[in-house]
């Protein structure tokens, strides 16, 4: 599929841009940090205009992301749920739900470029959390528009290696996940707060 | 959860050693030609020129066509791996192994 996709932006420039970041952020699994360098590499190239591109992919990927944010919001709980459990984890939208408040703009914005794995999952959380639309868009914006910039400029730069440089920044990003995770598991590990450690106070 | 807690460390580890390692060779690979790229695409990967590229898989020389190589390989009837070869044989050809890639703008005109 990602051939495909590669293709498609190559041969068709930014509708394709378009609509792969926009199915993206709503949640359908696109190597899109990958996509975006890609795009860069393009810009460089001549075939698209650098600043259009970044327009382009800012916009797209909010739509997806006001669209996740819609379903979460008024497809209610149970749309939700089924929704979570067709993309293969129902238990992870439960626990961004209550995550989505006590993150706020910071979860929103680094969810946009930084773990981009979890985008999708917040936009779902966020809108049925009854997170402000507002900010949530706004920090959407700020994310999307910084990822966008940030991945197509190094696309741009390293117009000739994209497949490197997209695999290195496609492997921070789940190290970076692995970080998260670990920090997260460990604090409810060592903090007496999951269920092992309150077999070993037991 | 400890189970969890060791897969996440062991994941971190895992794509942050991934990642060092595509680092350190960045810059001592080529890229390798993919059936999604263009023929513009691979000449600008390569430093090479793209006429040169569209000559040696037989087709008029067009900077603007960006049929990814599937596409041309699917009009002309040919195998993919065969276009594949072709191109990697003529950037062979343009930058000998051990010559450096010139960006196509510093090539002679």
């Known amino acids: 599929m990602l051939d495909q996709l590669l293709a498609a932006l190559t041969q068709y420039g930014s509708p394709a841009l378009f609509v792969v970041v926009a199915i993206a952020a709503i949640g359908v699994p696109v190597p899109v940090t990958l996509l975006l360098i890609v795009t860069g590499s393009l810009a460089a190239q001549g075939s698209i205009n650098l600043w259009w591109a970044i327009a382009i992919a800012s916009v797209g990927s909010v739509a997806g992301d006001q669209i996740g944010f819609a379903i979460g919001r008024w497809g209610g709980k149970k749309l939700v749920a089924k929704f979570s459990r067709m993309l293969g984890d129902a238990e992870r939208i439960k626990k961004l739900d209550a995550k989505a408040k006590s993150w706020g703009g910071a979860g929103v914005f680094f969810s946009r470029w930084l773990v981009t794995p979890l985008g999708p999952w917040i936009n779902l959380a966020s809108g049925a959390a009854d997170y402000s639309w507002f900010r949530f868009t706004l920090w959407d914006i700020l994310g999307e528009s910084f990822g966008a910039a940030l991945f197509i400029w190094l696309g741009h730069v390293f117009s000739d290696r994209v497949q490197e440089v997209g695999a290195i920044f496609g492997d921070l990003t789940w190290a970076i996940v692995g970080v998260l995770a670990a920090a997260f598991l460990g604090w409810k590990l060592f903090s007496g707060r999951g269920p092992a450690a309150k077999q070993t106070h037991a | ?109």
């Open chain 2, 1 to 109: 959860m400890i189970l969890g807690f060791c897969l996440a460390i062991g994941a971190t580890f895992f794509f942050g050693y991934r990642a060092g390692r595509t680092a350190r060779h960045v810059r001592w690979q080529d890229e390798p030609i993919q059936s999604w790229m263009s023929v513009p695409y691979v000449a600008h990967t390569h430093h090479t020129r793209s006429e040169l590229l569209f000559q040696a898989i037989h087709l008029p020389p067009n900077p603007r066509d960006r049929r990814p190589i599937r596409e041309i390989a699917r009009a002309e009837k040919l195998p993919v791996a065969e276009l594949i070869r072709d191109l990697r044989k003529a950037i062979e050809n343009a930058n000998p192994p051990g010559s450096e890639g010139i960006p196509p703008s510093r090539k002679a005109p």
